[in-house]
């Protein structure tokens, strides 16, 4: 298959498969993250370590704060192993740390946000008080075909947040 097709391919199934899932399982754990700050941390590069630092921080700062990466969860005194390490959860794993979450009294979350979640909608629905994207680079053109593509998948995580770290930086349309 041609890159271009597989890639158009790909869309085709984020929006007729990933999306619908995604507002299924948003409604049936009742939207559990419009009741979290949620901190959300995207790029090439650094993600899981930048997405604990601010956990760290926010933790020792007093903050009750869960923490979603690649690796794994915090949803208080538990461990989630999310089994992906290569990829943010699935919507039906994500909505069910968040409820977790709130259940535990958390009222913070910090995430690591793929792009291939952002592309694949697996956050649709949730409002990131913070975004914070770390770098970009040609890492994952196999899936995204050109930078301008990757790049767009990446500032998806602006649409849905009220303050964007570095520099208000500004989506591609």
Same mark, same amino acid.
């Given at each position: 298959? %041609? /890159?271009? @097709?597989?890639? =158009?391919?790909? !869309? ?8 619908? !899932? ?6 049936? $754990?009742?939207?559990?993250? !419009? ?10 590069d650094?993600? *899981? *370590? ?8 926010? *933790?020792?700062?007093? #903050? ?6 690649? %690796? ?5 005194n ?7 390490? +290569?990829?943010? /959860?699935?919507?039906?794993l994500? @909505? @069910? #740390?968040?409820?977790? +979450?709130v ?9 690591e946000?793929?792009s &291939? ?5 697996? $956050?649709?629905?949730?409002? $990131? ?11 994952h ?5 050109? +930078? &301008?593509? =990757? ?5 998806? #995580?602006?649409?849905?947040?009220? %303050?964007?770290?570095?520099? @208000?930086?500004? /989506? #591609?349309?």
């Amino acid at each position: 298959m %041609i /890159p271009i @097709q597989k890639y =158009y391919l790909q !869309k085709v199934k984020n929006y007729l498969w990933h999306l619908p !899932k995604s507002i299924y399982f948003k409604t049936k $754990f009742k939207n559990p993250s !419009k009741n979290l700050t949620l901190i959300g941390v995207t790029g090439t590069d650094g993600k *899981t *370590t930048t997405a604990k630092l601010i956990y760290e921080v926010l *933790t020792k700062a007093g #903050i009750k704060t869960g923490l979603i990466t690649t %690796i794994g969860a915090k949803t208080g005194n538990r461990d989630i192993n999310t089994g992906l390490h +290569m990829t943010s /959860p699935d919507p039906s794993l994500v @909505q @069910q #740390i968040f409820q977790e +979450m709130v259940k535990s009294g958390l009222t913070h979350a910090v995430i690591e946000v793929t792009s &291939h979640a952002l592309d694949q909608f697996r $956050f649709f629905g949730c409002h $990131f008080k913070v975004s914070v994207i770390t770098n970009t680079s040609h890492e994952h053109l196999d899936d995204f075909i050109d +930078m &301008h593509r =990757y790049i767009h998948a990446k500032n998806k #995580i602006f649409h849905y947040s009220d %303050i964007v770290s570095p520099s @208000q930086a500004k /989506p #591609i349309p």
